[in-house]
C-alpha cells in the first residue's frame, strides 16, 4: 500500500520540504564548524578541559614573578628581577645552599563543555630551595617572604590569594555567555547531523516530484500518456503511482 504524504500546506510538510535540502544542511554545517573552529582558538588560550589535556595543568610563572631570598649572618635578603642580574648571579654562586626562590603559581581554571561554564581564579606563593640537596627552609626565610608578598602583592591581590604555603583560596564563577552558547550550539549541531541523514531521501523525493511534473514514471521514465484514469501502477515498471500523477483526460 502506497504511503499517504503529508496533507499539502501544513506543518509537517512544510517541514518535509526544507529536511534534508543540501543547501540547508550545508548552512547548518557550517555554522556549526565555524563555530567549533572559534571554540577550539578559545580554548588554546585559555585553562578549559581541552587546553589541561595539550598544554600543561598549570602555566609556569614568568621570570619577573620569581624572587630569591639569601640567608645571610645578617638575615634574609630579597633580590628580585629589578635587582642586578650580576648580583643576583654572583648570589646565587655564593651562597646557594642558603637560596631560595618563591613565585607566585596560579590557579585559574575554566570549565565546560563547549565554552566554558564556569570560571575558577586564584592564586598561591610557594617557596623552595636554590640547591636540591636542601631539604628545609628556615622560619626566618619563610617569615621574611611572606612580610614581603604581604607588602608588595597582597594589598594589590583579590581575595582569591593565598600568601606563602597557606592553603589555595579559588573563586568560582558561573560563566552564563557560555552556557547560553552551549544551549544554543549543542542542539544546533544535533540538528545539523540529523538533517544529514535525510539528504538522499530529499534529493530521492525531488528526482520524484520532477519526473512526476514531466508525465513520466519516477522509477523508470516511461511515459505516463494515454494510461486510464483508474491506473494505479506504472505499466512497465509497476511503480506504484499517486493519482494526481496521471494526465488529464482529453476534453
Request: glycine residues 4%.
Amino acid at each position: 500500500m502506497p504511503k499517504v504524504g503529508a496533507k499539502p500546506g501544513s506543518r509537517e510538510s512544510r517541514l518535509r520540504r526544507w529536511r534534508g535540502h543540501p543547501a540547508l544542511a550545508a548552512a547548518l554545517l557550517l555554522i556549526v564548524t565555524s563555530d567549533f573552529v572559534l571554540v577550539a582558538a578559545l580554548w588554546s588560550q585559555r585553562q578549559t578541559p581541552l587546553a589541561r589535556l595539550v598544554l600543561r595543568p598549570q602555566r609556569g610563572a614568568s621570570d619577573r614573578d620569581i624572587h630569591f631570598v639569601i640567608e645571610s649572618d645578617a638575615g634574609p635578603k630579597i633580590f628580585t628581577w629589578d635587582d642586578s642580574a650580576d648580583e643576583i648571579s654572583r648570589a646565587l654562586q655564593e651562597h646557594p645552599e642558603t637560596a631560595f626562590a618563591f613565585w607566585r603559581q596560579r590557579l585559574d581554571r575554566d570549565d565546560g563543555f563547549l565554552a566554558p561554564w564556569s570560571r575558577t581564579r586564584g592564586a598561591r606563593y610557594l617557596i623552595h630551595p636554590f640547591d636540591v640537596s636542601v631539604t628545609h627552609v628556615p622560619e626566618r626565610v619563610s617569615l621574611a617572604a611572606r612580610e614581603y608578598i604581604a607588602t608588595h602583592y597582597m594589598p594589590h591581590e583579590d581575595a582569591t590569594t593565598s600568601n606563602l604555603d597557606d592553603p589555595p583560596r579559588t573563586q568560582t564563577r558561573l560563566d552564563w555567555p557560555g552556557i547560553l552558547h552551549d544551549l544554543i550550539m549543542l542542539p544546533l549541531a544535533a540538528v545539523a547531523i540529523v538533517n544529514l541523514f535525510f539528504v538522499p531521501a530529499y534529493l530521492r523525493r525531488r528526482r520524484r516530484e520532477r519526473r512526476l511534473a514531466q508525465g513520466v514514471c519516477p522509477a523508470c521514465r516511461y511515459s505516463l500518456a494515454g494510461l486510464p484514469a483508474g491506473a494505479a501502477a506504472c505499466p512497465e515498471c509497476g511503480q506504484a503511482l499517486p493519482a494526481a500523477a496521471l494526465p488529464a483526460p482529453p476534453p
